[in-house]
């Protein structure tokens, strides 16, 4: 499927190609980042976990006092697959300010197989915790730090040195001592729909670690609706395992997720 197939919008119930949609100017989405957005994985045209998807979805609209239309929201999300047919790709829904429903089909991004990460500062939003809103800015900008020191990603760090995720993705790692880690959601992080499918599968400890302890690490990966799961090759210069065995036992196990979800329809794109 061509690139102009899948790309199609719906701007609130109509469906146009991406580079024909439009929208309104006059609204606060655009102008202030001030709305709330999901994004999901397309396998051979059906939405993984879209139930997950739009109750966070729901959550991060309330966190904000942004109204959102889940019987409006649903059946054009149906409409517009259907146009799109069986391709693998992904969905994104954006809610804005100015009350716009607005659903894109989209290619997924390349990633390799491993990809290196740096260590980031970050201070989270007490306000927004576990909103996945349009004000992304300082999550870019923490990817673009990275990419600048040599990487391809950053890690997200508090300024108390606890480790919380990458700017789009969850991250586990194989602590010194010997356990699978990842932040718990009390740190600040986004509540991930693919780090929950890893921690149903694995046995994870979650919690409040800081950065020396994912230094000592071994193993890591992170984790997200595109990337599914991808081993991290180095922190902050600092080699790993990659993919080491635990990343392997975490590929294998959201594999079980997706073939119990989707079955023999989840072609692996």
Known sequence: MSVSELELASVDGR?????????????DGLYRGDGVFEVIRLYGGHPFALAEHLERLERSAAAIDLA?????????IEALLERVGDADGQLRILLTRGGRRILLTEELPTHELTLSVATVTYAPSVILTGVKSLSYAANMQATRIARARGADEAILVRPDRVVLEAPTSAIFWVSAEGPLRTPAL?????????RAQVVAELHVEEGE????DLLAAHECFLASTTREVQAVSSIDGRELTAPGPRTREAQAGFGRRLERELGARAGRG
């Not at 009390?186 to 693919?194: A, K, R, V, Y």
Request: no cysteine.
């Open 68 to 76: 959102t239309e889940r019987d409006r929201i649903e059946p054009e």
């Open 15 to 27: 469906i146009d190609r991406t580079d024909e949609a439009t929208i309104a100017l006059r609204d």
């Open 209 to 212: 670690f800081e950065l020396d």
């Open 186 to 194: 009390s740190t600040g992080i986004l509540e991930s729909i693919t």
